[in-house]
């Protein structure tokens, strides 16, 4: 992996500023879940083990998504920030696009494909994981 070593970002006000130390993974995203929860066609995140994310200043805002995920963002701005679930308790996902040099975070792979939209295209020669959010 060609990733910083650390990052630093925030919100689009600036009102929420964080650090992270040593991300152990960057992918992006197609579930619906993660689509609707940042407006966008797809999100990319990048893995960090929970206790090196410190926030520098304020503190997110959470909503729980769905039962055992919970999501951050500003409660003034409103921008998405990071991604917390009990499927994964020891780590916290970070939008990449909230960080100050998101070009340095390099993804590794797309996840949750089978809820990719279908006018979106793959030929990054990254590895597709299928898989589904969808618990039924």
């Known amino acids: 992996m060609n990733n910083p070593a650390s990052i630093s970002g925030g919100c689009l ?11 152990l993974w960057v992918a992006h995203c ?4 993660c689509r609707l929860a940042s407006g966008g066609a797809f999100t990319t995140f990048a893995g960090f083990a929970r206790q090196s994310l410190v ?5 997110p805002a959470l909503f729980e998504s769905s039962p055992g995920v919970h999501r951050g963002f500003c409660a003034r701005c409103g921008s998405s920030l990071t991604y917390q679930s009990d499927r994964w308790p020891d780590e916290v996902h970070v939008l990449i696009a ?23 295209h793959l030929d990054d020669g990254l590895p597709q994981h299928p898989g589904t959010s969808n618990p039924d």
């Open 30 to 33: 197609h579930c619906r879940s």
């Open 13 to 23: 006000c600036g009102a929420v500023r964080y650090r992270a130390e040593e991300p």
């Open 98 to 120: 909230t960080a100050d040099a998101p070009e340095a975070l390099e993804p590794q792979a797309h996840v949750y494909c089978a809820e990719k939209l279908p006018w979106i």
């Open 55 to 59: 926030y520098l200043s304020g503190q």
